[in-house]
């Protein structure tokens, strides 16, 4: 008997579904609605399955009906450390590699316009960190007072260190606390996974209420995780494989949107030439990155800020004044689609300066420093450089006449050797917008979201 999947996307734009048949692990049917997440989710919903059944005739008995989320603009969180440097640094990896989006970052001893600023930011979640095992205390007590004396009514996570658990507990004594092993129990030594996992916990029990997903909890048998979540766990299947399916290796996944361009690489990072020493924090195999000054819609005047007017002209055509007046309609009008050539020209302008920023920020860099024994290379972040396929997803990449133009920008240039961007990768392209249910059906039955994968990522034309 033939089995079949609903995988759903509550975008913050777009409810997209995708019926794949599992037996051959191919897409059976696509179709979409409006997020209606600030009124009843359910109308999209029906708009979304409606179209579905239409586009098929009916709908298939689904083995599986399996949802993320990244609407209402996604999981705000707040994290909070001791050291910038360290614990804050690694409290920010085990946000970001959760699929939350950061809207603040704060070190060291919290002040009440710290505070002040936190409670305007409303965030979904706060990460409390600090100190490694045994070390510092005072600091991560002292936030964590502050933090329970306030009216916050958010969930609260302390990944700290474990001496302090007892003094955490007390002040968060009438708060949603969850404890979870510290992100850095001894120096330059990482361990965020249990930090991720709670986040994606509480995203699972508790937001989804808040985003008014659990009305269409008759649609889907589980929301399993954050979208970008589940783009990073489809990444790392089409990396790794799947038992005796060989994986593409090293990878990177960049993916440009109407409020952030975020990237995900599947790799060690290791310097790839002899003599270069690593500074810094440990870098995760498993890395995301978010750029939420490089939205497409919501900061698209941003974009035109840094990289400047001539920039975008250069890369569109369109003459300076012109280009002013569209981003201006583009940041005040986000659901916008773009429909004329003028349009679309500038659309991808602002994809091409937007993943080439991206990526340089995901990326590594390297420069000379002296010491008492010499001149040396140091490698900060990753060294990307080897990297073997580089996936492009997303909406303006999907959908553009030159996909391989757009990603090429992201690659390793002469006038910027410092920078360890890939070389020269193959590109591969999400045109069916399938990585997301790639993550979600790895869950249930990965044999058949790496087949789909791989089924849907081999064309790059």
Do not use: W
């Amino acid at each position: 008997m033939s089995e079949f999947a609903l995988l759903i996307d509550f975008g913050s734009t777009y409810t997209k579904l995708r019926a794949i048949y599992l037996d051959e692990a191919k897409i059976l049917g696509s179709s979409q609605g409006p997020s209606t997440v600030t009124t009843d989710i359910n109308v999209g919903m029906e708009q979304a399955l409606n179209s579905l059944k239409n586009s098929l005739g009916s709908l298939p008995p689904f083995k599986y009906r399996l949802a993320s989320s990244s609407a209402a603009g996604g999981l705000k969180m707040v994290t909070i450390g001791l050291v910038k440097e360290l614990t804050v640094e690694a409290a920010k990896r085990a946000a970001l590699g959760a699929g939350a989006k950061l809207v603040g970052i704060f070190a060291n001893r919290l002040n009440s316009s710290d505070l002040k600023q936190i409670m305007d930011l409303n965030p979904d979640i706060i990460l409390l960190a600090g100190g490694t095992d045994g070390g510092d205390s005072q600091v991560v007590i002292h936030n964590a007072k502050k933090l329970g004396e306030s009216s916050l009514d958010c969930p609260f996570i302390y990944a700290g260190n474990r001496s302090a658990v007892d003094e955490i507990s007390h002040a968060f004594a009438h708060k949603n606390l969850v404890i979870t092993e510290n992100v850095m129990p001894e120096f330059n030594v990482l361990n965020i996974e249990p930090a991720r996992a709670a986040i994606r916990d509480i995203f699972i029990n508790r937001i989804i209420y808040a985003k008014g997903i659990d009305k269409a909890k008759n649609q889907f048998d589980h929301l399993l995780m954050p979208t970008p979540s589940a783009v990073m766990e489809g990444a790392r299947l089409i990396a790794d494989g799947y038992n005796d399916s060989t994986g593409l290796g090293e990878l990177l996944v960049i993916d440009p949107g109407g409020a952030t361009t975020d990237v995900h690489s599947i790799a060690t990072g290791n310097p790839s030439t002899q003599g270069i020493i690593q500074r810094g924090l440990p870098e995760t195999r498993v890395k995301r990155t978010v750029e939420g000054d490089l939205g497409m819609r919501h900061n698209a005047v941003t974009i035109l800020e840094t990289v400047g007017v001539d920039e975008l002209v250069s890369l569109s055509n369109i003459h300076g004044e012109k280009i002013i007046e569209m981003i201006t309609y583009l940041s005040n009008n986000p659901d916008s689609v773009p429909q004329s050539q003028k349009e679309i020209a500038l659309d991808g302008a602002l994809a091409s300066s937007a993943l080439k920023i991206a990526m340089k920020r995901h990326c590594g860099s390297v420069e000379v420093v002296y010491t008492a024994t010499g001149p040396v290379t140091a490698q900060d972040g990753k060294d990307l450089t080897q990297i073997k396929t580089l996936i492009g997803t997303g909406g303006v990449i999907a959908h553009s006449n030159d996909p391989i133009s757009l990603l090429k920008c992201t690659l390793s240039s002469a006038d910027e050797p410092n920078s360890l961007r890939p070389i020269s990768p193959q590109i591969l392209i999400d045109r069916d917008y399938i990585l997301f249910a790639c993550g979600l059906l790895s869950q249930v039955d990965p044999k058949a979201a790496f087949n789909l994968a791989i089924e849907h990522l081999t064309n790059s034309k």
